[in-house]
């Protein structure tokens, strides 16, 4: 039997030690398959889970997989797989190839920012009636304009009038599924915008588990998608935002956006949290 090493670690953590979003990050996924990498990725049962591979690309290859299934990019298991990378091989620049593409990622201390691939938007034309009370909201609580925007990965990033709205979202499980990617998946970004001068979001992520609606704690790549929202409605302005999630799931994380010269770039803190082998 072999040992795989593996490594657990906060992605967009606060203060204190259980904050952000959590992840395993298996140091080398060498001889393991893809049915292998999930049956671990379910084992653990955490948002994701990431596999190093070899890269003749990048300083590393790196496969993402939720408990049900694999993800081509997702941002908080690129910035806490870089971490990693880090401690493995040194260096506080690098790229990560994913199948959504190759993701440049730096380092400042502890603080990692990745650089999302161009966005892509597209409209959403259901009535914001339906959509408020698909998201549990009355049409009041709605702001313009709601997008479809894939930077990396296609969700619905969906703008409120209020920091009220966002905690008060409960979206209807029956009825969420009415909100499909291009690719056939149900995935709602809401916030609030607080403006230039407070420099502020506050938002949630919701995403279907079987009947279920769940919510995550910290999303890297809804808040790239932000960016890509921000480069639709204001074209060729520059966007700087911290961004709070995941208090409502007793999680708070905070998330850096920066949009600057038409890129998204994305950064939180990480931080590890301990580490172990399993048999396989």
């Known amino acids: ?37 999930q049956a671990l990725a379910r084992q653990f049962n955490l948002s994701e889970t990431t596999f ?22 997702a941002g908080h298991p690129t910035l806490g797989t870089a971490h990693v990378v880090r401690g493995l091989r040194g260096g506080d620049a690098l790229t990560l190839e994913m199948k959504a593409g190759v993701i440049p990622v730096n380092a400042r201390g502890n603080r990692w920012t990745l650089q999302a691939v161009p966005p892509k938007a597209r409209a959403f034309e259901m009535h914001r009636r339906e959509l408020a009370q698909i998201l549990g909201l009355q049409e009041a609580d709605m702001a313009e304009f709601p997008l479809w925007v894939s930077a990396g990965r296609e969700q619905l990033i969906v703008p409120l009038a209020s920091a009220d709205a966002v905690r008060r979202a409960k979206p209807v499980g029956d009825a969420f599924s009415r909100l499909k990617s291009v690719d056939g998946n149900s995935m709602a970004y809401v916030f609030h915008d607080a403006g230039d001068s407070a420099g502020t979001v506050e938002s949630r992520f919701f995403f279907p588990s079987g009947a279920a609606i769940l919510e995550d704690p910290a999303t890297g790549s809804a808040c790239a998608n932000l960016g890509g929202w921000f480069t639709v409605i204001r074209p060729r302005t520059n966007v700087e935002r911290v961004v709070s999630q995941g208090e409502m799931v007793g999680r708070p994380s905070t998330l850096y956006l920066e949009v600057a010269d038409g890129a998204i770039r994305v950064g939180g803190e990480v931080i590890e949290l301990g580490a172990g082998s399993i048999a396989l």
């Open 52 to 73: 190093i591979l070899p890269s003749s690309k990048a300083t590393a290859q790196v496969r993402i997989f939720t408990p049900s299934y694999e993800m081509p990019f």
């Open 1 to 37: 039997m072999r040992q795989y090493a593996y490594r657990i670690v906060n992605v967009f953590a606060r203060e204190g030690r259980f904050t952000g979003n959590p992840l395993a990050v298996f140091e080398d996924g060498q001889g393991l398959d893809g049915e292998t990498m």
